[in-house]
């Protein structure tokens, strides 16, 4: 079974569209997050819930909101797709006693 | 501020020399210090981490990595690089008490048969 899961895979949309992208874990954990990775590899955090309620929220735009309806699943939807905003999109999870993250596969994003 | 530096954005080893992939942390108490690896197209998998004790820690894949308080360093080792080794690598830094991972920008190593 996945630990960390995501959908879909690949997202090609164009400009000023409105899409989500799904995370769902399996570990039973208290943390989620939401990482985008740029095309130099650079990985930063953007969102994190804990026990659904959101805790980091790093000056994100506004186009992009998460929702986490519960501590299991952590979605994401972005409106009015920038070409900026081309990226890999990876979810990963936390527990509540062990410091580590377990990654999701990833999402890529192409906005045309 | 905490910050996390691999100094190197490539390194490329023949298959079967040993590996050692730098990571300096910035950080006023002890952090927990994790190497990750991705495999193009993949997702990030652990190979080591450290939260406190032996400063020697041995991970998944032959990997080990030493923390170094005196040189805010954790650096990455493998005594014999096989080709499947071949990825992104990305030392992070966590703090105590919070739920926050700063990521260094990677390393790419390559293996030459």
């Known amino acids: 079974d996945t630990a960390v899961s995501q959908t879909p895979k690949y997202l090609v949309t164009q400009m000023g569209n409105d899409k989500s992208i799904k995370c769902e874990q399996n570990?039973?954990?208290?943390?989620m997050y939401w990482y985008k990775q740029d095309s130099k590899k650079f990985l930063k955090i953007m969102f994190s819930?804990?026990?659904?309620?959101?805790?980091i929220n790093e000056t994100v735009p506004n186009r992009f909101s998460p929702k986490s309806p519960d501590k299991a699943h952590l979605n994401l939807h972005i409106n009015s797709l920038e070409l900026g905003d081309s990226a890999v999109y990876f979810c990963?999870?936390?527990?509540?006693?062990?410091?580590?993250?377990?990654f999701g596969p990833g999402t890529r994003l192409t906005v045309l | 501020a905490q910050s996390v530096t691999q100094p190197d954005i490539h390194i490329t080893v023949s298959e079967g020399a040993s590996l050692e992939l730098r990571c300096n942390y910035s950080?006023?108490?002890?952090?927990?210090l994790f190497w990750y690896v991705q495999s193009p197209g993949q997702g990030l998998q652990l190979l080591l981490k450290?939260?406190?004790?032996?400063?020697l820690v041995q991970g998944i894949k032959g990997f080990e990595a030493e923390f170094k308080r005196s040189q805010s360093s954790f650096n990455l080792r493998k005594p014999s690089v096989h080709w499947s080794d071949a990825a992104e690598y990305f030392c992070?830094?966590?703090?105590?008490?919070?739920?926050?991972?700063?990521f260094g920008t990677g390393t790419r190593l390559k293996v030459l048969a």
């Open positions: 450290y939260f406190s004790g032996d400063t």
């Open positions: 992070a830094v966590g703090q105590s008490g919070t739920y926050k991972y700063i």
């Open positions: 950080y006023g108490a002890t952090p927990y």
């Open positions: 570990l039973g954990h208290d943390t």
């Open positions: 990963a999870s936390k527990g509540q006693i062990v410091n580590e993250q377990f």
């Open positions: 819930y804990n026990n659904k309620e959101l805790i």
